[in-house]
Nanobody
Framework: QVQLVESGGGLVQAGGSLTLSCAASGLTFKNYAMGWFRQAPGKEREFVAY????????HYSDSVKGRFTISRDNAKNTVYLQMFSLAPEDTAEYYCAADTIGGTSPHYDYWGQGTQVTVSS
């Protein structure tokens, strides 16, 4: 049974930083690209970042490029999302996802339950 468990969300002031983690189990982690998506109330789920299985390539949405960093540790079956210079518009439920191909579309094979990030102004 595949499980993706996010952690690290919380309440932070604008300009602050947070690091999200996503621990994977039940799959051969190194064979999967990993992505982060987010969904704010009343909005569709949107792509944030993804990283290829090897960690060699990453891709970010324009809204987070230069502020967020995705990374992975295949020895720990974990993917991270470091978030800096957070703004109120970053407030959302953040989800990690695993897919054999990856990409910016939310058509991933597996999803976590999400972790809430709230940025106060």
């Amino acid at each position: 049974q595949v499980q993706l468990v996010e952690s690290g969300g919380g309440l932070v002031q604008a300009g602050g930083s947070l690091t999200l983690s996503c621990a994977a189990s039940g799959l051969t982690f190194k064979n999967y690209a990993m992505g982060w998506f987010r969904q704010a109330p009343g909005k569709e789920r949107e792509f944030v970042a993804y990283i290829t299985w090897s960690g060699t390539n990453t891709h970010y949405s324009d809204s987070v490029k230069g502020r967020f960093t995705i990374s992975r540790d295949n020895a720990k079956n974990t993917v991270y999302l470091q978030m800096f210079s957070l703004a109120p518009e970053d407030t959302a439920e953040y989800y990690c996802a695993a897919d054999t191909i990856g990409g910016t579309s939310p058509h991933y094979d597996y999803w976590g339950q999400g972790t809430q990030v709230t940025v106060s102004s």
